[in-house]
């Protein structure tokens, strides 16, 4: 989630990508290093659409919009 923010303060669709990128690979990091040290159940939980939390839900539709798809994209990666 704070990633998707640092994201939304990205005027840059290639900074924005570039932030959810690095954002995913250290989440397939913990994950790895959680396995190797022996968990086997684990709960990977999908990002929530950050359009709809307080500070985004009286913005401009455009604003909204990137916000829903940053969300999306994070989430389907």
Known sequence: GNDLLSAMDEN????????????????????????????????????????????YVNEKQSVKEVANHLSNEYNNK
């Not at 990091?29 to 950050?50: C, R, S």
Request: overall charge negative.
């Open 12 to 55: 840059s669709t290639a900074k924005q990508e570039s932030i959810i990128n690095n954002a995913i690979t250290t989440e397939f990091e913990t994950v790895d290093t959680l396995i190797n040290a022996g968990a086997q159940n684990l709960i990977i939980a999908n990002v929530p659409n950050i359009s709809n939390i307080p500070k």
